[in-house]
């Protein structure tokens, strides 16, 4: 039998943290019960210390006047029973506190903020936790500013116990601000230096912050360029205020081939293949080349990156594209290229202008067959934010897109058009493990002879990615034959709510509704909602959704997404 079903303590009178500190310190003594056998010695010892060890335990929170009774009690078979009865009393309360922040920090608005938000004003009861870890977060904030050297002078609590009262006097003196120093790259000799310093977020001479430290290192791992990333704080001597860094960094191999296969409802079994190339010519550029081969859909692309200003997120970027889309109503074949300018802007904002050039062989139901060519300039605006409990598996944060493109005739393009698209999702994470996922999607085009539009510009709806329960474009306006031809509008919504079970699974309920339509005073939402499964795994998800159509025939239909990359 356990040692704690032989002697068991049952303390009464006090609830929550103050029963948590007073079970604490009355936990068992090694030695107490020896071979399922309670030692009749060291019981009666224990109970009687028992009443000192929580007066000590009740402290921390104010508490110094405590009635303590204590009853210790064998039963027929041998166990004990410790009740412990505590009335904590009238608390000590703060009757007055004097903050004092010194030294060339003392007037940074974050120190000050931490110091107007002390939490043990007058009239407050005592409690000393929440004292020392106040104490703790002014004294690290400062060290996270830059303040090294900082230190409390003066840290005094004096409690009266006659009058109940306690008097707080504290000075926290910050001493100088350290400051970044230069800055050495250990082990990338193949990288243009000019590059590495894109993932700083901090330059020499700006005041030295560990959480940047923290941030230049969640740069570099993001890049995916490197293995290993190591940041140094180098030692000064004598009253130096400037920290060099060194910042040590492993390469990835410079050329990556990565094979993966997959299924889908919407584009049937599939297999890719990405070639990527780290470092062109030791300049930090980057090329990708990607091949999709599906049943439904086919893709060789080709993207080169080449890096622009000192600001991580802003490139140039080149692309040359083929691809073909075989669906039920429509045949699609495709050339693009494109080049645009990315610049990354305040509050994690990112625009791009571009200007891409498209010819497009396609063919639409049984009447339309074109052949189009589109010169296009275009602007994109989004943002993202997103925080994640694994990798690949966000539980918090929103990403949005909107873009805006254009043709003319007069410039090059057989078709004149203007066409803007809007894209977003939120995800929150609410109580019980649960998730709720909201999506949106929208586009509207203003062009007078629709059926020179090339498919890959028209809109249609469903699929796993769109309205569950239809098919994989399947919603749009249809010709005179029945076959879905797609709109010029499109809006679509989603909600989902989806429930952790374990580690690496998830169940879902889901609904949405949607269509891709010609007239934004005449149209009609398909809806459909469902149940899914996820089985998540470091290579890919596994998605299940069983989906029922609302409104129409009522029909189900299933919708599998499976796909892996090494």
Excluded: C
Aim: glycine share 8%; charged share 25%.
């Amino acid at each position: 039998m356990r040692a704690a079903e032989r002697f068991v303590v049952a303390v009464s009178g006090v609830e929550e943290a103050l029963l948590e500190n007073v079970e604490a310190a009355l936990a068992l003594p090694h030695g107490l019960v020896r071979d399922g056998r309670v030692e009749p010695t060291w019981a009666r010892r224990f109970a009687r210390q028992s009443v000192e060890k929580t007066a000590r335990a009740l402290e921390p929170f104010g508490y110094y006047h405590a009635t303590i009774e204590t009853d210790l009690t064998i039963a027929a078979d041998g166990a004990y029973r410790l009740a412990v009865r505590v009335e904590p009393g009238e608390p000590v309360r703060v009757a007055r506190h004097i903050i004092v922040l010194s030294g060339p920090g003392a007037g940074h608005s974050r120190l000050r903020q931490l110091r107007d938000d002390f939490p043990l004003v007058a009239g407050k009861r005592l409690r000393h936790d929440r004292y020392e870890e106040w104490k703790a977060d002014l004294l690290a904030q400062a060290v996270r500013l830059g303040y090294l050297r900082a230190r409390f002078v003066r840290h005094d609590v004096r409690v009266s116990l006659a009058d109940r009262q306690a008097e707080i006097d504290l000075e926290l003196a910050t001493g100088s601000r350290y400051f970044f120093g230069a800055i050495d790259f250990v082990g990338v000799e193949q990288y243009p230096e000019r590059v590495l310093r894109r993932y700083l977020t901090f330059r020499p001479g700006e005041p030295f912050a560990e959480e940047q430290l923290a941030l230049t290192q969640g740069n570099f791992l993001d890049a995916d360029r490197f293995r290993r990333v190591r940041l140094q704080v180098l030692e000064t001597a004598g009253d130096e205020q400037t920290l060099p860094v060194n910042v040590e960094l492993e390469p990835l191999p410079r050329y990556r081939l990565r094979p993966g296969i997959g299924y889908g409802t919407d584009t049937g079994a599939r297999t890719s293949l990405r070639f990527q190339n780290l470092n062109v010519l030791q300049l930090g550029h980057d090329f990708r080349a990607d091949l999709l081969y599906a049943e439904k859909r086919e893709a060789l692309t080709g993207t080169y990156a080449i890096p622009v200003t000192e600001r991580l997120d802003s490139l140039l970027q080149l692309s040359l594209a083929y691809r073909r889309d075989l669906q039920e109503s429509f045949d699609s074949r495709s050339l693009a290229t494109e080049v645009s300018l990315t610049r990354g802007l305040p509050r994690h904002l990112k625009a791009s202008v571009y200007l891409s050039l498209l010819r497009e062989w396609f063919e639409i139901g049984d009447d339309v067959e074109r052949r189009t060519t589109l010169l296009m300039p275009g602007v994109r605006l989004g943002q993202r934010r997103w925080t994640f409990h694994a990798p690949g598996r966000p539980r918090n944060g929103y990403a949005w897109q909107a873009e805006v493109r254009g043709a003319a005739k007069q410039l090059l393009s057989d078709v004149s058009l203007l066409q803007g698209l809007l894209s977003a999702n939120t995800i929150t994470d609410l109580p019980y493990g649960l998730l709720l996922i909201l999506r949106a999607e929208g586009g509207t085009t203003l062009q007078d002879d629709f059926e020179d539009v090339p498919a890959s510009m028209r809109f249609f709806a469903g699929g796993d990615q769109s309205v569950r329960g239809y098919a994989y474009k399947s919603l749009g306006p249809e010709d005179s034959r029945g076959h879905v031809i797609g709109g010029r509008h499109l809006a679509v919504v989603s909600a989902e709510i989806d429930k952790t079970i374990g580690d690496n699974w998830s169940v879902a309920l889901f609904f949405d509704a949607g269509n891709a339509f010609d007239s934004l005073n005449d149209y009609e939402l398909a809806k459909g909602a469902g149940i899914g499964i996820r089985r998540h795994t470091p290579v890919g998800p596994i998605k299940l959704d069983l989906a029922r159509q609302i409104g129409a025939a009522g029909s189900y239909r299933l919708h599998l997404s499976v796909g892996f990359i090494w």
